[in-house]
């Protein structure tokens, strides 16, 4: 059996293991963590459009939040925004059009956000992507690692000067337990020496994403950074990506609404605020980011150096004499983490 069918099997296994669950971890959940009054803070969402991305767009409309809905395809978004104005009464619900698998526009549309608002609470990456094939995008770049890696990793440090000016700053990162079969690959982001096998790239593009919320913890202390797991929920992204697995559980797949629950928590409850940041959670709660016994621990050199490499991908896409055009946060590439987070160049 070769590594990736062997690491594939691994995967069917951890999803039967993840199945269900929430109404036995909901038996703890405390109802008036999300019994807060959302008015004048602005939350943006990228994957609004859809499943757990429009599921949390609608809860914190509903709680009278500003929402800005980043999506990829403006017939969806629109129809999406129609929906939550239409449930939740309110209108504050602005959409933007991005998509995530082209970074350079990433770059300049968290850049133009900044200098159109003053003040964005909370940043949810929610969208996500398996692109069966290996695709690159206009600058090159492997498109899972652009939608799901680099895209986030682009938003989030533009964003970061907005995010550490506005109250009770956050991140939530939309992960996957996926993930947890994957131990972080650094040398070959781009799958171009390895065989390409989809679902085995996006887990590694979420343990990424959960390697990246540890380092912006550690580097962005005002800001309260988390990924999570949303369980497996009956959305497009399970039934188009991985067909098999979504016909075998289906009957057992939770819904978006469920599967959003603890991205809402994350983002709005007083309580997760007081949890640690950069950590883990799956149903409101903190769960490690590697089996038991696991061979995908690593070390804080090799996540420093995750760091040090997208920086060095987002470099070469800055466009010429764009620095001070996109003031987007750089580091140097050599030198500590520490070097990284507090010697912009
Ligand atoms: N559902 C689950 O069981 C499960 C489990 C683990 C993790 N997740 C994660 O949960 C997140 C939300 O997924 P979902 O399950 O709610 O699926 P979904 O309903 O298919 O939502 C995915 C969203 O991401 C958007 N998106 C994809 N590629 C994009 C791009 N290049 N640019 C901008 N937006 C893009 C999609 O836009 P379009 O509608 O235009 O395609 C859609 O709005 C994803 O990050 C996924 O990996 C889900």
């Not at 899972?144 to 964003?159: D, E, M, P, Q, R």
Request: charged letters at 25%; one cysteine or more.
């Amino acid at each position: 059996m070769s590594d990736l069918r062997h690491t594939g099997n691994h995967l069917v296994v951890l999803v039967n293991l993840q199945m269900g669950g929430y109404e036995i971890a909901s038996r703890d959940f405390v109802a008036k963590d999300l019994s807060v009054n959302l008015e004048g803070r602005s939350f943006m969402i990228t994957g609004a459009n859809s499943g757990i991305g429009k599921a949390t767009a609608m809860a914190i409309a509903k709680k009278g939040g500003t929402v800005h809905m980043v999506c990829r395809n403006k017939d969806k978004a629109d129809s999406a925004r129609e929906d939550i104005v239409k449930e939740s009464g309110n209108t504050d619900i602005h959409v933007h059009i991005l998509d995530l698998s082209e970074s350079r526009k990433v770059w300049e549309f968290a850049e133009d956000f900044k200098s159109k608002h003053t003040s964005l609470n909370v940043l949810i990456n929610n969208a996500g992507s398996m692109v069966k094939k290996r695709e690159v995008n206009s600058e090159g770049l492997e498109k899972n690692f652009a939608i799901n890696a680099l895209g986030v990793y682009i938003l989030t440090k533009s964003l970061i000067p907005l995010l550490e000016k506005s109250k009770e700053p956050r991140v939530i990162t939309v992960s996957s337990g996926g993930m947890l079969v994957q131990k972080l690959r650094i040398a070959d982001l781009q799958t171009e020496k390895r065989s390409f096998d989809s679902t085995m790239v996006y887990a590694q593009n979420k343990r990424q994403q959960v390697v990246m919320t540890e380092e912006w913890a550690r580097a962005h202390p005002r800001i309260h950074f988390s990924a999570m797991h949303p369980g497996w929920a009956d959305t497009p992204a399970v039934s188009m990506a991985l067909p098999q697995l979504y016909e075998t559980l289906r009957s057992r797949l939770r819904t978006p609404e469920q599967g959003a629950d603890t991205v809402i928590w994350l983002a709005i409850s007083p309580a997760a605020a007081r949890t640690s940041s950069g950590k883990f959670f799956q149903d409101r709660k903190v769960v490690p980011v590697h089996l038991p016994l696991a061979w995908t621990r690593y070390s804080r050199e090799k996540s420093w150096a995750l760091v040090v490499r997208m920086e060095a991908l987002v470099k070469k896409l800055q466009p010429s004499g764009g620095r001070s055009q996109l003031n987007s946060p750089m580091v140097e590439l050599t030198g500590s983490p520490e070097d990284c987070v507090k010697k912009p160049l």
